[in-house]
């Protein structure tokens, strides 16, 4: 099993539309999860961090985390072409060992 | 100023050669990073230093090397290359307690290594 597994996609939704991506992990004892964004031939970039079970929104952005199912998701509303790029999944899970997933292949279609 | 640089950002060699990748970041981060993305955008971590001391190994040949000479600077240095080495090589930083206080990993531009 994948320590941090994710769809990887590509994931199409209209312009206007709300994305979601889901996360799951296999360590328990994971305490830090994170949103990274990377278009195309760049480097990943923070979009949303997130320590403790809920919702956390951010503008456009919202991430949810669930400790108990092992379950970390990203929603995007009103997703636009500028956000088609893939989006990384981390976790920490040990001594600043950071584990990526492989990431899923947002399309949004104007 | 670019926070984390690595040069150079394109590298074309032969297998068996050896090269070097070189990091510097300027935003005084006590923890740096080598990460590895293969062509599945499969994101890696190979080695971490804390201010220059080597704090995570992952499983990876010893033909890698890393090379710390100071909290700013984290090279790596490849040996007798091989096409599965072919990769984007990601240098990053992050301060110490990264994790706690809410700050982020900064990842520089990548380094698209091809062994041809």
Redesign the interface.
């Given at each position: 099993q994948k320590e941090v597994e994710q769809n990887s996609g590509p994931l199409s939704v209209p312009e206007g539309a709300i994305a979601s991506l889901n996360c799951t992990y296999s360590d328990r004892g994971s305490q830090s999860f994170f949103w990274y964004r990377q278009y195309s031939g760049k480097s990943p970039e923070l979009i949303m961090s997130i320590y403790s079970n809920g919702d956390k929104e951010d503008g456009r952005f919202t991430a949810q985390l669930n400790k108990a199912s092992q379950y970390v998701s990203l929603l995007i509303r009103d997703s636009q072409p500028s956000d088609s790029a893939t989006y990384l999944c981390a976790v920490i899970a040990g001594y600043q060992k950071v584990t990526f997933g492989t990431g899923t292949k947002l399309q949004v279609i104007p | 100023d670019t926070a984390v640089s690595q040069t150079p950002k394109y590298l074309v060699t032969q297998m068996g050669n050896d090269k070097s990748i070189k990091c510097e970041q300027n935003l005084g981060h006590d923890?740096m990073y080598w990460y590895k993305q293969d062509s599945?955008?499969?994101?890696?971590?190979m080695f971490?230093y804390?201010n220059k001391e080597l704090?995570?190994n992952e499983t990876v040949p010893n033909r890698f090397s890393p090379k710390s000479p100071d909290k700013a600077h984290l090279n790596l240095h490849i040996n007798s290359l091989e096409l599965g080495d072919s990769a984007v090589y990601?240098c990053a930083s992050s301060p110490?307690s990264w994790?706690?206080s809410?700050n982020?990993?900064y990842?520089?531009?990548?380094s698209w290594l091809t062994v041809v």
């Open positions: - | 923890t599945k955008k499969f994101l890696k971590i971490s804390n704090i995570i990601f110490f994790t706690v809410g982020t990993i990842f520089g531009e990548g």
